[in-house]
């Protein structure tokens, strides 16, 4: 199901794909970038997120052109690209980077036995790139699903998510977890997702049509040390579950162990490693309560540990900056804002707030003028609903 601005969007490209092509597209596919708002770095601790689809997306149209190659033309560079589909590799072109992720899932695919035909294509997104809304995630995540059915080999959501996934990790070289693809594939209409990142279940949280807005915020500061910085998180993160795992044998995950254990283990384990593991450990405690929360309706308690888990990663984790920092910090001194905190991997990108409807004019005036006074940079706000995951549109 498209929204306005996607319907839009959709018809410039169909109109674009017969101006370069000379036919019109017979497939068309839509993934969208994604909010989290709580259940940060624990996705690879095999634990609790709970995402959210946002109404940002990246489209994509073909028809099969019978060449042994992908013609790919990407509206947001006016740029083109071709390559042949045989001995495609992860790392391909790199002149026009954003192909290479489609080269990642051809190669990603052809791995998986699935033979991609030839294709003319059109590619055009507006998930912003490097705010950590996983605009990564949904080029990969309509790539996999466009070439799945173009080679007529239908996935599941949940295997185009582990293979967008895949394809992430042996293009972008980031060792990342599941959220950002799953969510993509799976999300859902007006509810956020409670993922279980170890069994790949999920229950859907229905987010509150009235009342409160879940607000995005882009500090506007890109994303920088976020892949060396994380591939580092994630080694610590192991180093704890060995430590931990000679007193708890039965561990196999830090989504294993209790608050409780944790905080009667915790002198085994050095530094930094010991706050890496309290993080990751009262995260996913939170992930759940905040699940709860928004069941009951509790806007006052979900504000709370929204501002808990912001604190956890800035002090434990130590993957916040000044700028994600000063910009939770503004909302938070705003009137009508039950909570606010980092959104993604960290280093950067964007916030997610909880306003109370009556606050939100004051806030989307006021924030901006906060966040510049404080940090002299311009911060843009993203209004959205929770969207549906990806899907095939024509
Ligand atoms: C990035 C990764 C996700 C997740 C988050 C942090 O977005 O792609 O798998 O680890 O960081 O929660």
Avoid at 207 to 234: C, F, H, M, Q, W
Avoid at 360 to 370: A, G, V, Y
Wanted: charged letters at 20%; proline letters at 4%; aromatic letters at 4%.
């Amino acid at each position: 199901m498209l929204n306005p601005t996607e319907q839009t969007r959709l018809l410039q490209m169909e109109s674009s794909f017969s101006s370069e092509f000379g036919s019109a597209a017979k497939i068309a596919v839509r993934a969208p970038g994604r909010v989290n708002l709580i259940g940060e770095h624990t996705d690879y601790n095999d634990g609790f997120v709970m995402p959210a689809a946002i109404e940002r997306s990246v489209l994509m149209l073909a028809a099969p052109s019978n060449t042994g190659r992908i013609q790919v033309h990407a509206l947001n560079y006016n740029q083109s690209s071709t390559f042949s589909i045989e001995g495609v590799q992860p790392t391909g072109d790199s002149r026009e980077r954003w192909s290479n992720y489609l080269r990642a899932m051809v190669w990603v695919l052809q791995g998986e036995g699935i033979s991609v035909p030839g294709l003319n294509m059109v590619v055009q997104g507006d998930v912003p790139l490097g705010s950590g809304l996983s605009s990564s995630a949904a080029m990969l995540v309509a790539a996999g699903l466009l070439l799945s059915e173009a080679a007529q080999s239908p996935l599941s959501p949940v295997q185009l998510a582990l293979l967008a996934q895949k394809a992430e990790r042996e293009f972008v070289g980031v060792n990342v977890g599941i959220m950002d693809q799953y969510i993509s594939a799976l999300g859902k209409q007006a509810h956020a997702l409670l993922i279980d990142t170890r069994s790949l279940e999920y229950e859907a949280i229905s987010l509150p049509v009235s009342g409160v807005s879940l607000i995005i915020a882009d500090t506007s500061k890109r994303r920088g040390l976020v892949d060396s910085e994380y591939n580092t998180r994630r080694s610590e993160c192991e180093r704890a579950v060995e430590i931990l795992s000679q007193h708890l044998p039965q561990i196999k995950a830090l989504r294993d162990v209790s608050v409780e254990q944790f905080l009667s283990l915790q002198q085994h384990l050095p530094e930094p490693v010991r706050s890496r593991a309290k993080h990751v450990i009262t995260e996913n405690q939170r992930t759940l309560d905040m699940a709860e929360a928004l069941k009951l309706g509790d806007m006052q308690r979900c504000g709370k540990l929204m501002n808990e888990s912001h604190q956890s990663l800035q002090i434990d984790y130590a993957v916040s900056c000044r700028e994600l920092d000063a910009m939770t910090e503004a909302a938070r001194s705003l009137q009508g804002v039950y909570g606010s905190r980092m959104t993604g991997a960290g280093f950067g990108g964007c916030t997610v707030s909880l306003v109370a409807d009556e606050a939100l004019e004051n806030f989307q005036r006021e924030l901006p003028r906060i966040y510049q006074q404080h940090t002299g940079l311009e911060a843009a706000l993203l209004v959205s609903k929770a969207a549906p995951g990806a899907e095939r549109i024509l």
